[in-house]
């Protein structure tokens, strides 16, 4: 009865009486226990406190208490967002075991909302990786073709909702992270513009690019996920919205006057044929629909990887500096004395893509190498903004792949970092200038493996974005197919 | 961009990382391929060009500077490795 329905559809389902909150909430727990983890999606449920909350939303919700559009739909959170009632691991050793003393900001609105958090999702450690295979616990695997990879680093949101395990999910983007698992499992997502979700309780990679958003099964779903979550915050500084998000669905099925850019380079070279046809469909299928495309070329396209992790590795090297086995986190027994007690639980805390970006940052930070790297890459981060804004001058929004090929099978890439970085060319310039983007399948290549687009935006135009997201899903039906084998309830 | 040994230790020690035999080859080599490729960044003029370390150029958003209750004591020290009454338990600092 519930499969492949989305959060909203769930939704209406409760407010109908046609189930309860505890209904649902039993359907998706008594589904997981049955799965067992096949995916190795989830690294926490929550039974009895989930459970204890189905009841008393039930309740609010048969008292007439205004809530959200969302009420009583069981959500998953990636396992880098920190929950008080739930361990947070961020997938690595180094946390294992830890329990957060508060709740994130998006906990904390999720909750206000009347959802209902299921359990914590499986990611790349720390979020560094594009593959969800760097993770302590064991890669994700795709429930399209469990021999490949999920995407990451928020694979296991991603392939939770495809698989049909949870009806929504949220991810952090820092440099694709929401983007390209969900177009490599095919479901939708939003990277919003930095600064309009609070980041008070994402575990930290890198400040200056991670963002918190939805990932749900159509953008209907994330959009109204996506208002619960966003909006100014105290404890988070560069939080700069005045208020949250509120979308109004126009129903509109025309794309007149919309103007969009397609950058050329993007779909030359290194790109697979197939999922630059999907790519190209997908536009075709906007222009019929009234948009208006004119081509482009995205200039320094040779740099914005490196630039990327120049950035990402430097701040990482900054932020991951707080584990030092002390205060929380893995403690190495073998330690002797503080100094050793520091580096040898860093050591055998951290897996080896995390210790390679710490490195990284810890060179292009030093003296000697800082003008080089760090600085030549924070005035490329300017371009590249500059770039943008001077593109949003001209266009409504960009179209793009989101990543150059489909989900690849496991192990395929993990042994070379540089080619796993590569994967990251189409989305990392986003998030360096702070844009929002939202990410939608667009069809399947030879192998049945899903394929996505993205659409970027200029600075807080989520709702041109979510729009124009909505008239493509209504002319298309790519997002509501589901993975064989996948959850059925 | 060449890494050898010498730098591989140095990082090591601005890291605060004790990499093993194994992690130090692998690490070596790609280090080296990563940096390398960095390196064509200096291809682009830059000359100029302001350094941006954030998206955006706004002021912070404050809030009122007012006092509030910490988090309990209790609660964060269970997170602790290592912890008597009210402090974390640290190795020896001197021998």
Not at chain 1, 80 to 98: D, H, P, Q, R, V
Not at chain 1, 128 to 140: I, N, R, W
Not at chain 1, 163 to 190: K, M, N, W, Y
Not at chain 1, 251 to 271: F, H, V, W
């Amino acid at each position: 009865m519930l499969s492949g329905i989305t959060a909203l559809e769930l939704s209406a389902l409760i407010k109908a009486g046609k189930m309860s909150v505890s209904e649902v909430v039993n359907t998706y727990l008594t589904l997981l226990e049955g799965l067992k983890n096949k995916n190795n999606t989830f690294l926490a449920v929550s039974g009895g406190n989930a459970l204890v909350r189905a009841k008393d939303i039930e309740r609010k919700i048969n008292s007439g208490e205004t809530l959200s559009p969302l009420a009583g739909v069981p959500i998953a959170l990636k396992d880098n967002i920190s929950t008080k009632e739930l361990g947070t691991t961020c997938a690595s050793k180094m946390l294992n075991g830890y329990l957060p003393v508060y709740n994130a900001t998006v906990v904390e609105r999720l909750d206000q909302a009347g959802m209902i958090i299921i359990g914590k999702l499986n990611m790349d450690e720390f979020a560094m990786g594009g593959s969800s295979e760097t993770g302590a616990f064991g890669p994700v695997f795709n429930p399209w073709d469990i021999s490949r990879v999920a995407g990451g680093s928020s694979g296991g949101s991603a392939a939770a909702v495809a698989g049909g395990e949870v009806p929504a999910a949220l991810g952090s983007d820092t440099g694709g992270s929401i983007r390209q698992p969900c177009s490599f499992c095919g479901v939708t997502g939003i990277k919003p513009t930095y600064g309009a979700v609070s980041r008070y309780g994402l575990i930290a990679y890198a400040s200056s690019l991670d963002q918190i958003g939805p990932i749900g099964r159509d953008i209907n779903d994330c959009a109204a996920l996506l208002s619960v979550i966003s909006g100014p915050d105290e404890k988070d500084s560069t939080c700069i919205m005045e208020k949250p998000f509120c979308f109004h669905n126009t129903d509109a099925e025309r794309l007149d006057g919309i103007k969009i850019g397609l950058p050329r380079n993007y779909l030359d070279g290194g790109i697979d044929q197939e999922v630059k046809n999907r790519v190209l469909e997908a536009a075709k299928e906007l222009e019929s629909a009234g948009a208006v495309f004119e081509e482009f070329e995205m200039p320094m396209m040779d740099y914005i990887v490196e630039a990327y992790y120049i950035i990402a590795g430097a701040e990482a090297s900054s932020n991951l500096s707080r584990y030092d086995g002390l205060k929380y986190g893995y403690r190495s027994e073998k330690a002797k004395n503080l100094s050793e007690m520091y580096r040898l639980s860093r050591s055998e805390g951290f897996g080896l893509e995390v210790k390679r970006r710490i490195m990284l940052g810890s060179f292009v930070l030093s003296s000697g190498y800082y003008d080089a790297y760090y600085k030549k890459a924070l005035q490329i981060r300017t371009l590249i903004k500059d770039t943008y804004d001077s593109l949003f001058q001209r266009f409504d929004m960009i179209l793009s792949p989101v990543a150059p090929t489909a989900a690849y099978k496991l192990g395929a890439n993990i042994d070379d970092p540089m080619k796993m970085y590569m994967g990251d060319i189409y989305t990392v310039s986003v998030n360096l200038a702070g844009l929002p983007a939202v990410s939608l399948p667009c069809g399947f290549d030879k192998k049945a493996l899903p394929v996505g687009f993205q659409l970027i935006g200029d600075t807080f135009s989520e709702e041109k974005l979510i729009n124009t997201a909505r008239v493509y899903q209504c002319r298309t039906d790519y997002h509501k197919r589901v993975p064989e084998g996948g959850a059925a309830i | 961009m060449q890494i050898d040994e010498k730098l591989i230790s140095y990082l090591e020690d601005l890291s605060c990382l004790a990499l093993s035999e194994e992690e130090k080859v692998c690490l070596e080599g790609d280090l080296s391929k990563i940096l390398s490729g960095m390196a064509r960044l200096n291809e682009m003029n830059t000359e100029n060009v302001p350094e941006r370390s954030h998206p955006f150029d706004h002021v912070n958003a404050f809030r009122e500077d007012e006092r509030e209750a910490s988090f309990d004591r209790e609660l964060i020290l269970k997170n602790a490795p290592e912890c008597s009454g009210e402090m974390f338990i640290a190795p020896k600092t001197i021998e």
